[in-house]
């Protein structure tokens, strides 16, 4: 979503302020490293399918199913 102050430019994913050519899309380091930071703990995940209990268990026991 562009910014009101700069229609032209694109809105940091982090905070919302315009990106810079620098750090692009983000608006500065700051930002930028807390989305690595995010990538690097799974704080972004993609949600799969439900895991079924006997799955669970094998799983807990070390067991290939």
Known sequence: ???????D?????GCG??????FKPFCGRGC??????QWLSDGYRIPGRPVEADEQ???RNGLDS
């Open 17 to 22: 302020k315009p990106a810079t050519p620098a």
């Open 9 to 13: 430019r694109a809105a940091c994913p």
């Open 57 to 59: 268990d094998s799983d």
């Open 32 to 37: 930028r490293d807390r989305d690595l930071i």
């Open 1 to 7: 979503m562009p910014s009101a102050s700069h229609p």
